[in-house]
T-cell receptor, first 117, second 113 residues
Framework: NAGVMQNPRHLVRRRGQEARLRCSPM?????VYWYRQLPEEGLKFMVY????????ESGMPKERFSAEFPKEGPSILRIQQVVRGDSAAYFC???????????????FGDGTRLSIL | AQSVTQLDSHVSVSEGTPVLLRCNYS??????LFWYVQHPNKGLQLLLK??????LVKGINGFEAEFKKSETSFHLTKPSAHMSDAAEYFC???????????FGGGTRVLVKP
């Protein structure tokens, strides 16, 4: 059973370009989460999605960032007009349906390292 | 609201000696607590979780953690460190029925031969 798959593993963009990060959850998992990790810091929650629905986007910057989890295909985290401060590791996690992280722990992918030149 | 404080940013131990990673949490409800490990350039792997059952929780790779409500602590221990334990460790809290994880700042463990 494949784990959470993220691609690309590394992404380099110039300032002003768009970055698209993809996440395929584990088989049977319908909940997807995105986290950002800045250098030397812990992970910070960005957004929680279920199929075709954004459940909690309280950690998403108000501008330039968007996320989707369509009925078919992977979840996409999109960053428009990237800036140097967007350089970070972006992690996706998934979990099966259920009552909260306590009963359904999140499984993490290996992350996408985004570098902005 | 919830928060997590990991008291040591770096811990250095000799192989074969005990490891103690300290974590204190703040939560307005009975939380779920987790320890995750992150090896370089990899994702996070769940070591163990506490969800209001037994206060002493055993995890993978010989790790265990004890939930102490009176001290709002959830320290991680291992009796004997192995070289493969060198990694970064995160203490994490969530609301019992919530899905948003709140991470501590991490503790980087160095294991000396």
């Amino acid at each position: 059973n494949a784990g959470v798959m993220q691609n690309p593993r590394h992404l380099v963009r110039r300032r002003g370009q768009e970055a698209r990060l993809r996440c395929s959850p584990m088989k049977g998992h319908s909940h997807v989460y995105w986290y950002r990790q800045l250098p030397e810091e812990g992970l910070k929650f960005m957004v929680y999605l279920q199929k075709e629905n954004i459940i909690d986007e309280s950690g998403m910057p108000k501008e330039r960032f968007s996320a989707e989890f369509p009925k078919e295909g992977p979840s996409i985290l999109r960053i428009q007009q990237v800036v140097r401060g967007d350089s970070a590791a972006y992690f996706c996690a998934s979990s099966p349906p259920g009552q909260g992280a306590g009963s359904q722990p999140q499984h993490f992918g290996d992350g996408t390292r985004l570098s902005i030149l | 609201a919830q928060s997590v404080t990991q008291l040591d940013s770096h811990v250095s131990v000799s192989e074969g000696t005990p490891v103690l990673l300290r974590c204190n949490y703040s939560s307005s409800y009975s939380p779920s607590l987790f320890w995750y490990v992150q090896h370089p350039n990899k994702g996070l792997q769940l070591l163990l979780k506490y969800t209001s059952a037994a206060t002493l929780v055993k995890g993978i790779n010989g790790f265990e953690a004890e939930f102490k409500k009176s001290e709002t602590s959830f320290h991680l221990t291992k009796p004997s460190a192995h070289m493969s334990d060198a990694a970064e460790y995160f203490c994490v809290v969530s609301a019992p029925a919530g899905n948003k994880l709140t991470f501590g700042g991490g503790t980087r463990v160095l294991v000396k031969p």
